[in-house]
């Protein structure tokens, strides 16, 4: 039941996990977790009634009641400290997860792993990751009917895998600092579409009016298309 996406969000649950899947809908990820015996019991979280009603239909489904509690609430709001190992956001945007994860700082005990699927901005949750104190064990990119996604994993600990250069940083939290080493094929691709759009935008703003600010903006957008063409070669 479950796609090539989250498929790669629950290979980096740690087998015998107490897992919390934030954002859950249909609780599928929770579901096929403990049908795999990969965790030992999970919580599916979820802030609109409507998902939070799904999800506990295809628990009731399955018939795994007793091992996934379906709570309704925001975020990490449904969870006391400590009382997951492991906890998955997926399939929003990184504004909003790094939003859910600055609002529900309370409610980590520090010690889960993080695993974090934003489909666009992902620069937010490394951003936010970053300053507070969690390592980026891992990323990944997968594409999946024409979507392309990025997975990240984190961990409370030292951070070593950004640059010190702060310029540089700025890039690799940009475009992920392993992801932009290892130039796999979907982020090529992702950041060549990405490129051909700024130079749609860029085309657009060079035929408006002159003014200091617009100019700005447009050395801005030069600089982001020279960057997406470095790093995609
Ligand atoms: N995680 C699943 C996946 O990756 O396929 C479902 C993704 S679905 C697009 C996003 C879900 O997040 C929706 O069901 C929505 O109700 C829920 N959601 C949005 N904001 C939330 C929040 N602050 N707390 C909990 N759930 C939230």
Redesign the pocket.
């Known amino acids: 039941i479950l796609?090539q996406?989250?498929k790669k969000?629950v290979s980096y649950i740690p087998q015998g996990a107490v897992l919390a899947?934030?954002?859950?809908?249909?609780a599928?990820?929770p579901c096929y977790c403990l049908q795999q015996n990969l965790v030992e019991k999970a919580i599916a979280?979820?802030?609109?009634v409507?998902?939070?009603e799904?999800a506990q239909a295809q628990v009731a489904l399955v018939q795994l009641e007793d091992k996934i509690d379906v709570r309704l609430?925001?975020?990490?709001?449904?969870l006391t400290p400590g009382e997951a190992t492991a906890i998955?956001?997926?399939?929003?945007g990184g504004t909003?997860i790094s939003?859910?994860l600055e609002?529900g700082k309370a409610n980590l005990s520090g010690e889960e792993r993080l695993i974090l699927?934003p489909?666009v901005d992902a620069v937010d949750v490394r951003k936010w990751l970053l300053a507070n104190g969690y390592a980026l064990l891992s990323e990944a990119i997968v594409k999946e009917n024409e979507k392309i996604y990025e997975i990240l994993v984190a961990q409370k600990g030292e951070e070593s895998v950004y640059a010190d250069d702060s310029e540089q940083r700025e890039w690799e939290l940009y475009f992920g600092p392993q992801l932009m080493r290892e130039k796999a094929p979907a982020f090529v691709e992702k950041w060549q579409t990405e490129q051909q759009k700024r130079k749609y935008i860029l085309e657009q703003m060079r035929q408006g009016t002159e003014s200091d600010q617009l100019q700005e903006k447009i050395v801005k957008i030069e600089q982001l298309i020279q960057k997406m063409e470095e790093v995609t070669h």
């Open positions: 796609d996406r989250l969000v899947d934030i954002g859950s809908d249909h599928f990820v979280g979820e802030v609109n409507g998902p939070m799904a609430g925001s975020g990490l709001t449904v998955t956001i997926a399939g929003m909003l939003t859910i609002e699927q489909n």
